[in-house]
């Protein structure tokens, strides 16, 4: 799933050919979701976190705000998603 959906060539990528999002929700990844009731809101989430106000953001992680942990971009020739 993971694949199609990072695909580089735009032709042959999942939510971007003829049938635009019915190539994603068909996908067998999906096989158990019931995407009326999904859409209807009639699923339970697996987990809902509990939220104090509209500014409550103790459900995330604390991170520093330095350039430090950044992680290095990849050069194009060492991108393991492009084809050549």
């Known amino acids: 799933m993971v694949k199609h959906l990072l695909q580089a060539d ?15 929700k068909n996908h067998r990844f999906f096989d158990i979701i019931n995407w009326k009731n ?9 987990y809902k976190p509990v939220v104090k106000s509209e500014n ?16 290095p971009s990849v050069k194009q020739k060492d991108d393991p998603f492009l084809e050549w």
Not at 38 to 46: E, F, N, T
Not at 56 to 71: A, C, P, Q
């Open 10 to 24: 735009l032709s042959k990528r999942y939510g971007n050919l003829k049938n635009a999002s019915q190539d994603v």
């Open 38 to 46: 999904l859409l209807s809101k009639k699923i339970d989430p697996p």
């Open 56 to 71: 409550d953001t103790s459900n995330f992680g604390h991170y520093s705000s330095s350039d430090e942990y950044l992680v």
